[in-house]
């Protein structure tokens, strides 16, 4: 069985802060991927990033960084000066062994930027 | 083209009605799912098509029948639905057997029953 668990329902800052949404993750798999996507207002889901099991480098992609650490099983996502547009709903995913049973989700961290 | 376009975006329906909701891609992906995702809730997986075979149903109730004609198409036939059946329904797509593949999603039917 695998689980994904974002413990933060809702997280409001005001623009330019930093934020930090968590992720935490459980599978008995060795290899697994895992995934963060984006869904604003609008509904469709937005690929953000996929990270495999065996690669525990953290990523930075413009504003946007990812720590991803097996010791505490974890995939953490943080957008530094957020913007307005920055605010959605965002789910951490699961992948893994053949991969046919598709993804499981985290209950989603709904991510409010005020101006 | 990376895209997976769904129609219609919004459908309202009756519980005596019967609709199909459609989802088509041109990536060259065998893999197509159909998932449901409640208001404030994650998407939950409903349906996979491997190769336009039907290899998932996760226990989904037959007023829900899933139809892949080919290898871009994938459809959801709706018919005697209930109240509580009313969601998002999302499209997505992948190269099958390989773990390692993300999952591409159109930007789901909301669907409304009365």
């Known amino acids: 069985a695998q689980k994904v668990t974002q413990a933060q329902t809702e997280i409001s800052v005001v623009e330019k802060e930093d934020v930090t949404l968590d992720c935490v993750y459980e599978?008995?798999?060795?290899?697994?991927?895992l995934f963060w996507y984006k869904q604003p207002p609008s509904g469709e889901l937005v690929f953000l990033i996929r990270r495999n099991s065996f690669d525990e480098q953290n990523e930075i992609s413009g504003r946007y960084s990812w720590n991803f650490q097996k010791s505490t099983s974890s995939f953490n996502f943080t957008i530094t000066a957020s913007q307005v547009v920055d605010s959605a709903v965002y789910f951490c995913?699961?992948?893994?062994?053949?991969?046919?049973?598709?993804?499981?989700f985290g209950k989603g961290t709904h991510l409010i930027i005020q101006p | 083209d990376t895209e997976v376009t769904q129609t219609p975006k919004h459908l309202v329906m009756g519980m005596t009605n019967k609709k199909s909701l459609k989802c088509e891609q041109h990536m060259g992906h065998r893999a197509m799912y159909w998932y449901k995702q409640k208001a404030k809730k994650p998407p939950e997986l409903m349906f996979v098509y491997s190769y336009e075979k039907l290899s998932i149903n996760e226990s989904v109730p037959s007023r829900f029948s899933p139809e892949c004609p080919n290898s871009s198409l994938l459809n959801l036939h709706l018919h005697a639905l209930q109240p509580e059946d009313s969601a998002l329904y999302l499209c997505?797509?992948?190269?099958?057997?390989?773990?390692?593949?993300?999952?591409?999603f159109g930007s789901g039917t909301q669907l409304s029953v009365l």
């Open positions: 599978t008995r798999d060795t290899t697994y991927y």
């Open positions: 997505a797509s992948s190269h099958p057997g390989t773990v390692n593949e993300k999952l591409f």
């Open positions: 995913a699961l992948i893994s062994g053949g991969g046919a049973d598709g993804l499981t």
